[in-house]
């Protein structure tokens, strides 16, 4: 069954509904792990976020392109929740939006929690479609020591939890700034879990 949720979380702190938006948006033209803020970014439909070094119908990760250039890119668009960043402030690690590679910094949203092919709309316009967990990687070592450590956890059963964000592709281009509403609309039928892409 298909339907339009907006996802709420309680502000722990101020004890207020918080309803999903987006918090910084960021993009890079060269291949660099962490991405500058800007004021606004433009979605294009099936191709990703204009302007980034990781647009394109078919992958450009540097290690996938390596592996086989020809694979689709389920990975046009990196999204994260800033909740993240309190969570790991908690263990002395200082991160702002942009500086973990993502294209569009969230608040008030499971990101994470969300199933596979989930449409996020984002502003006015633009949809992205869910295609799964970013799988944090060495390079944010590089970034900031022990950070890999702090996003990577365990669960009760033992399973690995990636906190890193999700990726996605765009179903429908527009543009994106600081304060857009984020709404969901989850996939019909039976829902899957994310796994890495």
Do not use: Y
């Amino acid at each position: 069954m298909s339907a339009d949720v907006v996802g709420q979380n309680q502000d722990v702190t101020a004890n207020q509904e918080v309803l999903p938006s987006v918090v910084a948006v960021a993009r890079d033209s060269d291949h660099r792990f962490s991405k500058p803020v800007v004021e606004e970014i433009t979605l294009v439909e099936n191709w990703g976020v204009d302007g980034d070094a990781h647009a394109g119908t078919t992958v450009q990760h540097r290690s996938r392109v390596a592996r086989d250039p020809s694979q689709p890119n389920l990975r046009q668009v990196h999204l994260l929740h800033a909740e993240v960043f309190d969570e790991v402030a908690s263990e002395g690690f200082q991160v702002a939006p942009g500086e973990m590679g993502e294209n569009v910094t969230t608040r008030g949203l499971d990101l994470l929690g969300l199933p596979t092919d989930t449409l996020l709309h984002l502003g006015d316009d633009a949809c992205v479609r869910v295609t799964g967990l970013r799988n944090p990687c060495q390079q944010i070592n590089g970034f900031e020591p022990g950070l890999l450590r702090a996003v990577l956890g365990r669960a009760e059963d033992g399973t690995v939890v990636r906190k890193g964000g999700v990726m996605g592709v765009v179903v429908a281009g527009g543009v994106i700034r600081p304060g857009d509403a984020i709404r969901v609309e989850l996939p019909a039928g039976e829902q899957q879990p994310l796994s890495p892409v």
